[in-house]
């Protein structure tokens, strides 16, 4: 087992946060009309502050505005330019902007190094509980985001999420569906273990995951997904440093975008990166930043987007 542990040195940039759908555990969404759109000019101003300051990721995080609604085509072009403002200021754009038109996602592929999407999970039973009103969560709609990007040679980050009523043996039927899905077109780079720990924001009482259950469930992935798949977990969702070193060692091997925030979960910010060495080498562990685009997919990326990443190592 590898030593190491990578990490995409990140900033979020958020074009929104209103969004359609009402997921009962959401931290993120406000309602549409509630909320200004961030400008370009704000966008600009934050990202030149960030330039030579070792981010290398944009991680463009929207809510969503409805795909049949008259605001849509101005939503997309916002995405879109903000998306080029990143390149332009010598960044790697990823976007995640919920289910997109194929149209959309080969448009984004311009001025993307690699999207994302969470799977979340394949039952559709949660369509009657947490999602019940969300429709952008239905679960054959999402894999089909999955096998868009394949076929468009998108690299592709997914996940689950966890806690949020599945079972688990919803686990393995989402983690199985998503191994498929590579096997088909092998765009998944890494896939996202996401437990969702209760917010401030959030409508949902219950509980959310127990993290007990977090390394075997770790172990399982690693088991079903194939081996070049890396499996990403968020560290700042586990405060035990012992924990942490524990979930590493089930079979971790990614801690994903960290940034000053955690635009999902705000409630839990994330350490420094000094600090997280600090944790990581009790163990004997090595992080290591990452781009967010992993080199096997380099001969998928459009010409200018492969010049940006012969740039940044060159
Ligand atoms: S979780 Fe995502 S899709 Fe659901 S309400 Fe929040 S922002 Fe919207």
Not at 77 to 99: M, R, S, V, W
Request: net charge negative; aromatic share 10%.
């Amino acid at each position: 087992m590898s030593s190491t542990i990578t990490y995409s040195p990140a900033y979020t940039l958020v074009p929104t946060y209103e969004c359609f759908n009402h997921c009962s555990y959401c931290n993120f969404r406000r309602d549409p009309g509630k909320d200004s759109w961030l400008t370009l000019e704000e966008a600009k101003q934050r990202l030149v502050s960030l330039q030579g300051k070792g981010v290398w990721e944009i991680l463009i995080l929207s809510g969503e505005v409805h795909p049949h609604s008259p605001r849509r085509q101005a939503w997309f072009q916002h995405i879109y330019k903000l998306c080029e403002l990143a390149l332009d200021l010598g960044f790697f754009p990823h976007t995640n902007a919920g289910p997109l038109f194929y149209s959309e996602m080969k448009q984004l592929k311009q001025v993307n190094v690699s999207m994302g999407l969470m799977l979340e999970q394949l039952t559709p039973k949660l369509l009657e509980t947490v999602h019940k009103n969300a429709p952008s969560k239905e679960p054959e709609m999402r894999l089909q985001q999955l096998a868009w990007a394949g076929e468009l040679k998108i690299p592709f980050t997914t996940g689950i999420l966890l806690g949020i009523g599945e079972t688990e043996a919803d686990w393995r039927d989402s983690l199985s569906a998503i191994a498929q899905q590579h096997q088909s077109w092998g765009q998944i780079q890494e896939v996202i273990l996401q437990p969702h720990r209760i917010g401030s924001q959030q409508s949902w009482t219950k509980d959310g995951f127990n993290l007990e259950e977090f390394p075997k469930l770790i172990r399982k992935a690693r088991e079903i997904l194939p081996s070049e798949i890396g499996i990403q977990i968020p560290p700042n969702l586990i405060e035990d440093s012992q924990f942490l070193l524990a979930c590493l060692e089930a079979g971790t091997t990614d801690f994903g975008g960290i940034g000053v925030i955690d635009e999902v979960n705000p409630d839990y910010p994330h350490l420094h990166p000094d600090s997280l060495e600090k944790i990581l080498k009790q163990g004997g562990w090595e992080l290591q930043p990452r781009l967010p685009v992993y080199p096997r997919y380099y001969p998928w990326l459009v010409s200018h987007l492969l010049d940006q990443k012969t740039l940044k190592s060159a």
